[in-house]
């Protein structure tokens, strides 16, 4: 499928990268991103994605919107109190990028709705976490790898923001994220309980977009499109994949390590 005119000029800028061209766009057109949760990592993450050209995106979210998110979830204002988060932002985004097609399901995602989700029917390209607390994020983890979905998951509270990737058909021996959290008793910290600043939600949602980005258009890379690229080309995949990256955001440091894999992960391991 060719781009069109109107596209090339809009999407000018993410084509001249050599790392995405015309054909990185036109897989970012085809790609369809499944995004659990519509809270401030939602929020961004899915604007970003759309704002991309991205072809296909699914909001998963059950919440309505409350005063004390408009800091964080900038969507969203104060007309909108009281209505579901994903329906709210799926009317917006479409509004504002009319290349991107956007469902929303207003309920949480839990075991018994998931195969509503993850069936014959739909291949999403890509999942991200953007929900806010740790149950979700185990059953999010556990579909990605039930269902071979590559996961992206960012997690911000108080100064401290995460982001990992988990792919094991790319990475074997890489882990989950349950490898890393195999109990509740390791995560206590959620915004509601300990706070966040706006900035820091935005930092993760935004690394979580670019990783998204990256990983969609360097999925497949065509051979005669390498032969006509002329800078060397940037993004490795095998890199970016079932990796662990942390940022303190009072000390603005990065810090980032391999997802090891548990042998004994009853999610990954099983
Ligand atoms: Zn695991």
Redesign the pocket.
Known sequence: MALSDQAFIQYSRQILLADVGEHGQEILSQSHVLIIGVGGLGNLAAQYLAAAGVGQITLVDGDTIERSNLPRQLLFSVEDLGSNKAHVAAEKLMQAYRDCHINSLQHYLTLENSPELFNAHQQFSLLLDCSDNFSTRQLINQLA?EHQVTLVSASAANFQGQLLSVNQQLCPDT?????LYPSDMSVSQSCQTVGVLGPMVGTLASMQALMSLNLLVSQQVKAEQLKVVEQPLKINRQQLLGQLYRFDGAAFIWRQAKLA??PD?L???A
């Open positions: 790898i882990g989950c994220y349950h490898c894999r548990d992960c999610v990954c391991s």
